[in-house]
T-cell receptor
Framework: AQSVTQLDSQVPVFEEAPVELRCNYSSSVSVYLFWYVQYPNQGLQLLLKYLSGSTLVKGINGFEAEFNKSQTSFHLRKPSVHISDTAEYFCAVSSQGAQKLVFGQGTRLTINP | GAVVSQHPSWVICKSGTSVKIECRSLDFQATTMFWYRQFPKQSLMLMATSNEGSKATYEQGVEKDKFLINHASLTLSTLTVTSAHPEDSSFYIC?????????????FGPGTRLTVT
């Protein structure tokens, strides 16, 4: 079975500062990895995904993530955040051949002016 | 990108009644649709996976007779919460995918907030 752990439930940062949201996963098979963003009272929007190939994945809104197989991590980063990045961020994993996503607990990113 | 809608966006119902939530893919045909449940400040928990024209596959611990899922067409799936109780109050989110492989993105609806009084 797969599981996802987001190590920080809340991350406060100042505007224009860099941010890293941490995600670790466990799986006995090869995986696909995803980061989603959820704004208040809305559904989820895909930020980026890793299926194969380059371990550094670039997504929308200036976010990127790096797949580290040896550390079973897929941390999300942005070099300079904006107030509009305030949202809940979810890391998710799926095993190759499976249809469903398993989500982490979520990290609430709060941007302070 | 592709759009998934849900209706209603919020609903209040009395305990013991049933409520139906619709999930539609507006500009693509959804081979597979998923239903999730999200409690306040918590993650999404997959309830069931449905493929058009076949019975839904429920996750362990989800009552099939309570949460009825019908994937009637390639653009519509419905979730009916039967004999709702206050503990069924939650945020229900659907998603849809145009194909069966992960090269196809899973698109999420805006969610439906159910409150059972």
């Amino acid at each position: 079975a797969q599981s996802v752990t987001q190590l920080d439930s809340q991350v406060p940062v100042f505007e224009e500062a860099p941010v890293e949201l941490r995600c670790n996963y466990s799986s006995s098979v090869s995986v696909y990895l995803f980061w989603y963003v959820q704004y208040p009272n809305q559904g989820l929007q895909l930020l980026l995904k890793y299926l194969s190939g380059s371990t550094l994945v670039k997504g929308i809104n200036g976010f990127e993530a790096e797949f580290n197989k040896s550390q079973t991590s897929f941390h999300l980063r942005k070099p300079s955040v904006h107030i509009s990045d305030t949202a809940e961020y979810f890391c998710a994993v799926s095993s190759q051949g499976a249809q469903k996503l398993v989500f982490g607990q979520g990290t609430r990113l709060t941007i302070n002016p | 990108g592709a759009v998934v809608s849900q209706h209603p966006s919020w609903v209040i119902c009395k305990s013991g009644t049933s409520v139906k939530i619709e999930c539609r893919s507006l500009d693509f045909q959804a081979t597979t649709m998923f239903w999730y449940r999200q409690f306040p400040k918590q993650s999404l928990m997959l309830m069931a996976t449905s493929n058009e024209g076949s019975k839904a596959t429920y996750e362990q611990g989800v009552e099939k007779d309570k949460f009825l899922i019908n994937h009637a067409s390639l653009t519509l799936s419905t979730l009916t919460v039967t004999s709702a109780h206050p503990e069924d109050s939650s945020f229900y989110i659907c998603s849809a995918r145009p194909g069966t492989g992960w090269s196809y993105e899973q698109y999420f609806g805006p969610g439906t907030r159910l409150t059972v009084t």
